[in-house]
Each structure stands twice: as structure tokens, then as C-alpha cells.
């Protein structure tokens, strides 16, 4: 264990005592068997936990079914084309033929989505820190972060393309305009929202600047952040695809193009379903992600 000698903190855990009984006489582990046999006696933890996941998915799951049936009777009573709207079977059994090909060009999508996101999340983080540590960074970047967002970005990715090529870093640049915003400015109102009394009681204690930031607001600002991921990475797949699409050798935003050209509706759509395969996994990942940087956090909300 280290303590610091002018503050008196260290970076020990913090230890507990053994939980003694309760008020009612019963020990925690007993109440605890008792909780789990009013959830269930056949029930274990897992398969409640299942049950759970499956209550929230199933409302979702049943209306897109439901719009599913209803587009595929109306393309097969209206007699469409395909190559106007074609059904969802249609879609999915072409996708499937040509599975190779969209998988040859959703490893790149997905490569410079991941690159273009941790771009956008480093610089999110450094204009978060150092807002939160100077009044007058605040002052000066709020309006040049709200300003960023009023550029548009179908003006400017082709901009991107004239300057720096059909390489990576135009893409990366795209995205990164796109996603850091929310990113930024979820991590800018968890440094403001932590707990004042928390930090009066360090600074008491003879806290510097950066244990307060440390201890208090770093933790305290992991809930917005997490937030914030979310609709940043849902919309990093997007700007990966459209960058693709506005200029790129491979990807889904060019095989939509492609496909588009050649008037293959039912490719284009089969792209489409993958980004947004590929978004919700990435949102559902953010999950995992903070459940493992912030198990306290879960705890205390269960």
C-alpha cells in the first residue's frame, strides 16, 4: 500500500468488514437463498437473466416481424419489380449468394470504423479534460464544438476526398467529425454532474486537482460517458459507410454504389441490413465494455 504523504490518500481498496446479521436475524447468504427461491425453485440465475434480456428484445423483435410480413404481402399482391422494391426473401437469399462479396467489402467498413472511432474518442477526450481542468478552454471550445456539428458533411467528405485521397485518412476524418461530438460533450457534463460533496471532501483533505479528478469526477463521469458511446458508435458505421460512398477502392459504401448503378435494389438492401448488423453489435459491445470498466456501477442500479 502507498499513501501520499501531503494528502493522506492512497490507492488501496477500500476494505470491509464481514457482513453480520441482520436486524431480522437472518445472515445476507441466507437471504439471498431465500430471494433466489421466491424468483423460482427450477430457476437458476443464468436462465433468469435470459428471461430478462428476452422480455426487453421481444417487443422490438415482434414489430420488426410484423413490418417484415406486411412488406413482403404487399410486394408479392402489388407485383413490384425487383428492381423497384424487392421482397424481403428476395434480399435475404441474394445477400446470401453474394456473401462473399459483402463480406470482402465489410471487413474494410469495419476496419476504418474502428480506426476513425478511437481517433474520435482520443480527441474527445483530450477537449474533455481539458475543459473540465480550465474555465477559459471551456469558454473558448463549447462554441467551436457546437460550431463543428453545423458543418455539413455532405460538403465536406468530398472536400476530404480532393484534399487526401481515396486513402484512409479521409475516412477517418469523416467520422471522426461525426462521432466525437456527442462523445465530447457526454464526457464534458459528467465532469460537471459529480458529486460536489465528494470533491469538498477531498479538497478538505488536502486533495490535489488531479486526485479530485482522479477519485471523484473521473468515476462519477463513466455513466454519461457510456451514453455517449453509444450514439457516437451507432453513428461511426454511418460516416465509415457514407465516407465509402461519397469516395473509397472498398467497403459498403462503394459496393452500394456499385450495386446501385447496375440497378440490383436487392444488393443495395442486403448491404443496408449489414450496417446496421454491424451497429448493433457495436452498441451491444458498449455494454460489455461498461460492465467490466464499471461493475459498481451496476451494482448500485440493480
Known sequence: MTRDT?????????????PGPTRAGRSPSRLDESSARAAGPNESPARAAGTGVLRRVWPAFSIVVVLLVVWQVGVAVSGV?????????RVVEQG???????????????????????VSLVVAWALAIMVDFSPFLRRALTPLLVASQTLPIIAIAPLLIIWFGFGLLPKVLVIALVTFFPVAVGLVEGFASTDREATNLLRSMGATRWQRFRYVRLPGAMPSFFTALRIG????????????????????????????NSF?????????????????ALFGLTYVVQRLVTPWYRADHR
Not at 110 to 118: K, S
Open 6 to 18: 501531503r494528502t493522506g490518500l492512497d490507492d488501496s481498496p477500500v476494505r470491509t468488514t464481514a
Open 81 to 89: 419489380r425487383p428492381q423497384v422494391l424487392p421482397s424481403p426473401l
Open 96 to 118: 446470401w449468394a453474394f456473401r462473399e462479396a459483402l463480406w470482402t467489402n465489410t471487413v474494410p467498413t469495419l476496419q476504418v470504423t474502428v480506426i476513425g472511432f478511437a
Open 233 to 260: 458508435i451507432t453513428y461511426a458505421v454511418t460516416g465509415a459507410v457514407f465516407a465509402e460512398y461519397v469516395g473509397a477502392k472498398a467497403g459498403l459504401g462503394i459496393f452500394m454504389q456499385l450495386q446501385k
Open 264 to 280: 440490383r435494389t436487392d444488393l443495395v438492401l442486403a448491404a443496408v441490413l449489414v450496417t446496421a448488423v454491424l451497429s448493433v
